[in-house]
């Protein structure tokens, strides 16, 4: 009752709208989460009957829920998992329960195989808590979030035959599952998923994410697609600064005469039109393209790239899936932990002793990014030049 009554609170101060911040960075919701879902979720567990993996592996055609309620670049690479799981149950049924954050990339990844998409209001939680006990029974319920509380809330509130997530260190969050994985710094993301996968029975055969784009050729021929601006919390610790986006663009097509596009969402427009204005004003041919495209169509376009230089961001896991040629600039986070997922990637990282230093998405204490001040423009092209 303490617990139902705090989120109460949380959906009466309507923290999306009334702090004019988004669910994924809101800091309150994150000391929410914390200080109300630690206590919660181990006085829940308390009353949870473990299961045993037993109990379903003999299940022909599975129901399933996916959690995953952030981020888009997590979502691409946990798609992979969603092709596992119909390798071995081509005829499953999978929920995948999101948040607003990702709720678009879900819905264009129902293509493979996704029956049912369930989007969970942060800011009104009580709705949402009696939205996802009408989903019904599921066999499995898999929560593939490491450190957000409310995800695990999520996975008691359903009904299953077995629920599995991750423990992870200090995040005091895994006492209502029937079994966990450990979540770890040590391997790539796609792999703590993968744990999961096995814990719950499932046959691994290590695939990576891949998307197809049905769609013709959208834009000409000889042209390199930069995406500058990353997403998430911490994102400007992640930036290479405006001046070498623009000192890059500009090497390129005095050197190859090649289009630079500009890549992002809706909200980057504004700030992609100023140095799309000032190389223009230098006769450089670029063209801000953000938000012009759906999914299907991003794809082609990164596709068809001479290369894409892309900072840690979700269009970077996008652009791996599309097997894109792409150079990946990581400063804060580990090439080991988010690198692409590609045989056509390449990392370019400046190496500094103190990074990485993000590792949730929320944990660096640094107020300056010196790894990524220290990628320069040569090292870069560098790169580039090999591949163009």
């Avoid at 006990?133 to 929560?143: H, P």
């Avoid at 005091?172 to 040590?186: K, S």
């Avoid at 097509?253 to 890549?263: A, C, E, K, P, V």
Wanted: proline share 3%; net charge positive; hydrophobic share 45%.
């Amino acid at each position: 009752l303490w617990g139902i009554a705090l989120c109460c609170i949380g959906e009466n101060i309507d923290i999306g709208k009334g702090m004019h911040m988004g669910e994924r960075n809101n800091p309150l919701m994150k000391k929410m989460d914390k200080w109300i879902g630690c206590p919660l979720l181990y006085a829940l567990g308390l009353f949870h009957r473990k299961r045993t993996v037993k109990d379903v592996t003999n299940v022909i055609n599975p129901r399933i829920a996916i959690i995953k309620t952030a981020g888009i670049g997590d979502t691409i690479v946990l798609s992979a998992i969603v092709d596992e799981i119909k390798s071995v149950y081509p005829k499953s049924s999978i929920t995948w329960i999101c948040a607003a954050n990702n709720l678009g990339m879900v819905n264009a990844l129902k293509y493979k195989g996704i029956d049912e998409v369930f989007c969970f209001e942060m800011k009104s939680p009580i709705k949402s808590f009696k939205g996802i006990k009408l989903l019904g029974n599921f066999d499995y319920v898999l929560d593939f979030a490491p450190w957000a509380r409310i995800n695990a809330v999520i996975s008691w509130g359903l009904s299953a035959k077995f629920k599995a997530g991750f423990k992870r260190k200090k995040m005091y969050r895994h006492y209502v599952y029937d079994a966990w994985a450990e979540h770890l710094d040590t391997r790539h993301e796609i792999d703590n998923y993968r744990e999961i996968l096995k814990i719950a029975g499932v046959n691994i055969k290590e695939l990576i994410p891949s998307f197809q784009s049905n769609v013709s050729s959208l834009v000409e021929s000889n042209y390199v697609v930069f995406h500058v601006y990353p997403g998430g919390s911490l994102s400007t610790l992640k930036r290479w600064s405006e001046e070498k986006w623009i000192d890059l663009a500009k090497q390129i097509n005095d050197i190859y005469g090649y289009r630079i596009l500009f890549s992002g969402g809706r909200n980057d427009s504004a700030a992609l039109n100023g140095i799309v204005s000032q190389l223009s004003l230098e006769c450089v041919k670029a063209v801000n393209i953000a938000g012009e495209y759906s999914l299907q169509e991003m794809i082609n376009v990164l596709k068809n790239a001479k290369a894409v230089v892309s900072v840690d961001t979700g269009i970077m896991h996008l652009a791996a899936a599309a097997e894109a040629t792409l150079i990946a600039l990581l400063g804060p986070t580990a090439d080991e932990r988010w690198g692409p997922l590609s045989d056509k990637a390449i990392v370019v990282s400046s190496k500094e002793k103190c990074s990485p230093c993000i590792s949730l998405g929320f944990d660096s204490v640094c107020k300056k990014a010196a790894c990524m001040e220290n990628i320069s423009v040569e090292m870069v092209l560098d790169v580039l030049k090999k591949i163009l």
